[in-house]
């Protein structure tokens, strides 16, 4: 996503009526933790379909598609299918995509939240897999990682490859984790997590999901992270960061670990990493 905008705040309408077949659960069975799936779009007209195909709609409640102003038919395809669709009046950029998409999950109810990319670049059949340790309560992140596979086979260039494995390595350094991947566009998180960290004081860019990490790991839940293998597809339909944007990514990244270090050595706190309630 390019471009950015100051930051609007988009309602979802209450009379949109549920998607998927688990909105109507016999009142006798246990209740199923209510599942809304998010995608932030931008000009994914051409993979939207086949993303939502292979989405898994019998554990689904609702399917949330926020519009980042896409120049193609994005908005008419996903009202095609049927997805509960907002519409930003301006660009607000990745990071600000998924602040209108978290807002409307929690609004809809939701007590799990998968962000899933529309580009079909992952494999959104895994995401039963991918909720699974959220639902039982033994995580409350979950990344769908290309890289407990073979990202290379795949078609990830070498150099992003290269790229994603030094960060990742600098990441864990000072998270004190051991992930193997923490730049996907396939991630779940919990009610309680997103109700527990201030996502909305972090960057509309990019860099969004690394500063959502380190605000998890500044609350205390860095045992609650787990991650799943998640094949990816790499073509030309599907959306990807150019090698100038990726490298203002990176030093992005950086960034959020070097504060994030200021931060836990008590040099320079930093109000992005304060959660708003105790975990």
């Known amino acids: 996503m390019t471009g950015w905008g100051t930051l609007r705040r988009v309602t979802l309408p209450a009379s949109v009526a549920p998607t998927g077949a688990s909105a109507d659960q ?24 086949r993303t939502y195909a292979d989405i898994p709609h019998d554990l689904v409640s609702r399917i949330i598609l926020v519009d980042d102003v896409s120049r193609d038919e994005t908005v008419d395809v996903a009202r095609k299918l049927g997805l509960d669709v907002i519409i930003h009046r ?37 995401i039963p897999d991918l909720i699974a340790p959220i639902e039982s309560g033994d995580r409350d992140m979950m990344l769908g990682s290309r890289f407990l596979g073979d990202p290379l086979a795949g078609g990830m260039p070498k150099w992003k490859f290269v790229a994603n494995r030094f960060l990742t390595g600098v990441e864990n350094l000072v998270f004190g984790l051991r ?5 996907t566009g396939l991630r779940a998180y919990s009610r309680r997590l997103l109700e527990t960290i201030p996502f909305e004081r972090n960057s509309n860019d990019f860099v969004f999901d690394q500063e959502l990490i ?6 205390g839940m860095a045992d609650r992270i787990g991650e799943i293998a998640v094949p990816t597809r790499y073509f030309a339909e599907a959306s990807s960061v150019g090698f100038r944007r990726s490298v203002v990514y990176g030093v992005s990244t950086l960034g959020v670990v070097g504060r994030y270090l200021l931060h836990r050595l008590r040099l320079k706190p930093s109000r992005q990493l304060v959660p708003r309630r105790r975990p």
């Open 26 to 49: 016999p009142t006798d069975s246990p209740r199923r933790p209510r599942l809304v799936i998010v995608m932030p779009a931008y000009n994914a007209a051409r993979t939207l379909e």
């Open 90 to 126: 301006q660009n607000l950029g990745y990071g600000g995509n998924q602040k209108t998409c978290y807002r409307a999950a929690l609004e809809a109810g939701a007590d799990v939240v998968v962000m899933l990319h529309p580009d079909y670049q992952y494999d959104a059949t895994r």
């Open 179 to 183: 992930l193997s991947e923490y730049h």
């Open 214 to 219: 380190a605000q998890v790991v500044a609350a």
